[in-house]
């Protein structure tokens, strides 16, 4: 009976942990778009579980002790500063990126395609874009590149911080 008890209670344990149960954030996307993108991989299912994937995805919205601003704090960020008359825009507009980004990302880093200095890049995009036409713009650029990263039209080291400089007058890392 003892075995029993502990068999239970670890496996209960071990269900309030995993991404893959009832405890996925409400915050986030649905969990069934990340999981059918999984699914759709087979490459990177020869290096990563779904749990570990699903995790990486709660890591991208929510943050992590290296890197705390996550995708949902930047989408607070860019929409909060918004006129109201465009925040439903901005908002669906980083909804749909922030899934595509995070589908690529939370991959194993053997076989993504978008890697975290991208994200870095991103997120000083978004959050220096000054204004509306700013914002929308550099949303509309990030996306443009997303696709044609996913496309193989783009390569990754083309995804600097000249080229968003460049593409929408903003000055990201100076002298760093």
Same mark, same amino acid.
């Given at each position: 009976?003892?075995?029993?008890?502990?068999?239970?209670?670890?496996?209960? /344990?071990?269900?309030?942990?995993?991404?893959?149960?009832?405890?996925?954030?409400?915050?986030?996307?649905?969990?069934?778009?990340?999981?059918?993108?999984y699914?759709?991989?087979?490459?990177?299912?020869?290096?990563?579980?779904?749990?570990?994937? /699903?995790?990486?995805?709660?890591?991208?919205?929510?943050?992590?002790?290296?890197? &705390?601003?996550?995708?949902?704090?930047?989408?607070?960020?860019?929409v909060?500063?918004?006129?109201?008359?465009?925040?439903?825009?901005?908002?669906?507009?980083?909804?749909?990126?922030?899934?595509?980004?995070?589908?690529?990302?939370?991959?194993?880093?053997?076989?993504?395609?978008?890697?975290?200095?991208?994200?870095?890049?991103?997120?000083?995009?978004?959050?220096?874009?000054?204004? &509306?036409?700013?914002?929308?713009?550099?949303?509309?650029?990030?996306?443009?590149?997303?696709?044609?990263?996913?496309?193989?039209?783009?390569?990754p080291?083309?995804?600097?911080?000249?080229?968003?400089?460049?593409?929408?007058?903003?000055?990201?890392?100076?002298?760093?």
């Open positions: 009976m003892k075995v029993i008890y502990v068999s239970l209670t670890c496996f209960l /344990l071990y269900a309030c942990y995993s991404t893959d149960v009832i405890n996925w954030p409400r915050e986030l996307p649905e969990r069934d778009y990340f999981v059918s993108a699914r759709t991989d087979p490459v990177n299912r020869e290096f990563q579980t779904r749990e570990a994937y /699903l995790q990486w995805i709660v890591s991208f919205y929510q943050g992590t002790l290296v890197a &705390p601003t996550g995708w949902s704090q930047i989408q607070l960020l860019v909060g500063s918004a006129p109201p008359s465009l925040k439903d825009e901005l908002e669906e507009q980083l909804f749909l990126l922030g899934r595509q980004i995070a589908a690529e990302w939370a991959k194993d880093n053997s076989s993504r395609l978008i890697d975290s200095r991208m994200l870095g890049i991103w997120g000083a995009v978004l959050q220096l874009a000054e204004g &509306p036409s700013q914002q929308y713009a550099a949303i509309q650029l990030i996306r443009k590149d997303v696709n044609e990263l996913l496309l193989g039209k783009l390569l080291s083309e995804v600097n911080d000249a080229r968003y400089e460049e593409n929408l007058g903003l000055q990201l890392f100076g002298d760093i």
